[in-house]
């Protein structure tokens, strides 16, 4: 059964019990749920822990319930804006050549403008939603160790299933923690040993944070489910595997020390587990991509959207209406309308040999009455509209609601892995080569193009060409920035893009932006945090 499925089954008294009511600033990771009923009767047999585990899922994909507030309002925004994906996409895609948007909301163009403050509404609801869902994790987790299955009288195959659900919950605890270390450097640190009701968390260092993800990757890579044969929308060892060869990836940016010997050992063991391109790369983000999965497919792991059972504003229901406004036809995208928000800078359509597709099917823009130069970022009409997001099947048919999408959002697949490889060996890791690594971006670039038209030689593998073919192949699917920083191309004045740093031709910025403020509040409350240098 697919954990869509399982996730709509939660009921509301579910989500309700995980409400993290914050009266503070100070405590948010250390923090034990407010209703008191929860240990006695959610987590009394394996259905109640598969229920909250499906919560714990969900909070991906959901809003509400982890501001200040206690009421879905993080920080002065509205909780439509307030889903994880949405706030962490813009963070990763609007700072960057990918993406501008049209909306004049307090704090959206700082983003492309290159001029966030740690006062900054959107960074610091990302913030607390990485940390909401990091205490949801932690807490699942204290719940299933065996002192308290013992106490419950869970025993047996229950008692084996619970255990792996708290390991399922240590790889979503990972995720969001490399999300903090990418983002914010040195964020509060607490687990399911922290004392409730301590102490504010202790600051770590993001050397040792990228350690600790390190460590848990691995301890609970062993015994997870072997690739593909967990349920739809859970993680596994492919998961697993997939966050470490892109933490390796990254390993200089967050540690100093390069690790691409290691990515290629496991962006390798994905590769090998049996996943697979699909035929055609317009399937990629449509209303049934749930077919993009399994020894057919290529996603290793999915935030689980439902246009009937997850309704919100946030997510890939963000992704599809606010990238049709204008003359675009919004029929043709399965949605009742747009938000005419989101359009690319001409950097990004510049990439593929035409902007019609006709070459390399990746290129998915809308021209009609756009402007491919920006002049003025607020108005839709600037900017190449992209139509990578339909609310549609593969047959042409609609999702099941208009309003809200049905595609999922892989945060791995297949041709990543494919890329890591790539680079990795380009750039000095061993246990790789460059044979097998053009074989894997060729497979990628056929499936472009429809046949070996697009394909390229040893000679066209440079370290700069991966950078620009990961931008055709991943864009708008929260890349770019990390990916920028990783080249010395994010804030640097060696490479430029329409409005970077707020001017109209591009100008390099301050070499500050390449982590995020911790937010204000944040350090005001928790005395063991340092902010970010130059905030």
């Not at 998961?239 to 390798?268: M, P």
């Not at 509209?385 to 208009?402: A, E, F, L, M």
């Not at 680079?423 to 790789?432: A, D, F, I, M, P």
């Amino acid at each position: 059964m697919r954990m869509k499925k399982i996730i709509s089954q939660v009921s509301v008294c579910f989500a309700l019990l995980f409400v993290v009511t914050i009266q503070s600033c100070t405590k948010k990771l250390d923090l034990k749920p407010t209703n008191d009923v929860t240990s006695a009767t959610v987590y009394a047999n394996l259905a109640g822990y598969k229920s909250v585990l499906a919560k714990v899922y969900a909070a991906f994909a959901l809003t509400g319930n982890q501001g200040p507030a206690g009421n879905g309002d993080v920080q002065g925004i509205d909780e439509g804006f307030s889903d994880f994906y949405r706030i962490f996409w813009e963070a990763e895609e609007l700072s960057t050549d990918e993406a501008v948007i049209s909306w004049g909301d307090v704090g959206i163009q700082d983003f492309h403008n290159m001029n966030w403050t740690a006062n900054n509404s959107f960074i610091t609801g990302l913030y607390y939603r990485c940390m909401y869902q990091i205490t949801l994790c932690n807490e699942f987790i204290r719940q299933s160790a065996d002192g308290q299955l013992a106490a419950r009288n869970i025993t047996g195959s229950d008692a084996d299933q619970i255990r792996e659900f708290a390991r399922e919950a240590r790889f979503l605890r990972a995720f969001q923690y490399w999300v903090m270390m990418d983002l914010w450097g040195d964020p509060p640190f607490a687990t399911e040993t922290t004392a409730i009701g301590g102490a504010p968390p202790p600051r770590i260092a993001r050397g040792d944070l990228f350690t600790y993800i390190e460590s848990e990757l691995k301890a609970i890579g062993p015994n997870m489910p072997a690739p593909n044969t967990n349920e739809y929308g859970r993680a596994d060892q492919g998961a697993v595997w997939a966050l470490l060869a892109r933490l390796y990836l990254n390993a200089e940016v967050y540690t100093g020390t390069t690790r691409y010997t290691d990515a290629i050992t496991y962006s390798k063991k994905v590769i090998d587990a049996g996943y697979s391109l699909i035929s055609n790369y317009a399937w990629l983000m449509r209303a049934d991509n749930n077919l993009n999965t399994s020894s057919t497919g290529e996603f290793i792991f999915t935030i689980n959207y439902d246009g009937l059972h997850t309704q919100g504003y946030g997510g890939t229901t963000f992704l599809v209406h606010a990238c049709v406004g204008g003359s675009m036809p919004a029929s043709a995208f399965g949605i009742s309308g747009g938000w005419s928000g989101t359009r690319a800078t001409k950097n990004l359509p510049d990439l593929f040999p035409d902007v019609t597709g006709t070459a390399d099917t990746r290129s998915q823009f809308y021209t009609s009455g756009q402007n491919l130069d920006i002049k003025d970022v607020t108005a839709f009409t600037d900017g190449l509209g992209v139509t990578k997001y339909k609310n549609i099947k593969r047959d042409g048919s609609p999702g099941s609601s208009q309003d809200f999408s049905d595609i999922d959002m892989p945060l791995f697949r297949l041709p990543e892995m494919y890329f890591i490889y790539a680079e990795s060996v380009l750039r000095g890791g061993t246990g790789g080569d460059v044979t097998t690594a053009l074989g894997y971006i060729n497979n990628i670039r056929t499936r472009a193009y429809g046949n070996t038209s697009g394909n390229i030689t040893s000679t066209d593998l440079t370290l700069d060409f991966i950078l620009d073919e990961r931008a055709r192949e991943l864009y708008w699917e929260g890349f770019r920035r990390t990916d920028l920083i990783r080249y010395n191309k994010f804030v640097e004045s060696s490479y430029l893009w329409p409005w970077k740093g707020g001017v109209a031709s591009g100008t390099g910025v301050s070499a500050i932006r390449k982590l995020y403020p911790i937010p204000s509040r944040e350090i005001n409350s928790n005395t063991n945090l340092i902010q970010n240098p130059g905030y």
